[in-house]
């Protein structure tokens, strides 16, 4: 999932977010408070944007690879974390979202050049999410 689209709507959503928890704690004024009430609306597209981008990538890759799919499950990450920030950009909370997706791919990064496990927000999510799955398929078929 590094690099491509896939970034550039992370990463663009993440700024916006970024950018509306800094224009609330600012209190601006003036045309730029003016634009700064826009931030939720756009906060709310772009994190919808990187929800439908991951989901079709979700669906695209658990049909070629099955359930197993690592990518799959990454992608389910991504688009529950962009489904998410969508939801919280009309609360305070979308910029702490942002700083928690950039402090998990930081860790992941480092991780990645420390001991070759590399990881991202999305693939930190999209496990707990392959958990779930799988732990709920077990339970209900006994």
């Known amino acids: 999932m590094s690099g491509g689209t896939g970034t550039m709507v992370e ?9 509306e928890g800094a224009a609330h704690l600012a209190h601006l004024g003036g045309s730029a408070g003016r634009l700064a ?10 994190g919808s944007s990187q929800a439908g981008f991951f989901y079709t990538e979700a669906i695209s890759a658990f049909n070629e690879q099955g359930m197993n799919s690592d990518h799959g499950w990454e992608a389910v990450g991504g688009s529950v974390l962009g489904a998410v920030g969508a939801a919280l950009s009309l609360t305070p909370w979308g910029a702490p979202l942002a700083l928690a997706e950039i402090t998990a791919d930081s860790l992941g990064s480092i991780s990645g050049r420390r001991v070759g496990n590399r990881f991202n927000a999305n693939k930190v999510v999209g496990e707990l999410f ?9 339970i209900r078929y006994r």
């Open 11 to 19: 990463w663009t959503n993440r700024i916006v977010h970024l950018a």
């Open 37 to 46: 009430k826009k931030l939720p609306s756009l906060a709310v597209i772009t």
């Open 130 to 138: 392959r958990g779930v799955h799988f732990a709920y398929r077990e």
